[in-house]
């Protein structure tokens, strides 16, 4: 199983990014994912959770702001963050069970 994260960056205060997480050793159209973040110097947070049927749950504090996908067909995991804040600084994981990505940074900038 190995997922790899892309797409974060540096954005301004309200902007958008779009992350993208590609899987493999498993498929996403059968298997229950989610994405978690760890803001510098704390602990990992949960965000997202996508189920095989595209039922979606998120935290509180990205209802809202975050979409999170799937494409069945490119075995793809996606994270569309909108309205973006500084608290969302972060490192960003897509996550199967216990196995996570490398993440990709996202800095917000006010």
């Known amino acids: 199983v190995q997922l790899v994260e892309s797409g974060g960056g540096l954005v301004q205060s309200g902007g958008s990014l779009f992350l993208s997480c590609a899987v493999s050793?498993?498929?996403?159209?059968?298997?229950?994912t989610k994405w978690y973040r760890q803001p510098p110097g704390k602990g990992l947070e949960w965000v997202s959770t996508i189920f095989p049927n595209d039922s979606q749950y998120y935290a509180p504090a990205v209802k809202g702001r975050f979409t999170v996908s799937k494409l069945n067909a490119k075995n793809m995991l996606y994270l569309q963050m909108d309205s973006l804040q500084p608290n969302d600084t972060a490192i960003y994981y897509c996550t199967k069970d216990d196995i996570r990505g490398q993440g990709t940074l996202v800095i917000v900038s006010s």
């Open positions: 050793g498993f498929t996403v159209g059968t298997a229950v």
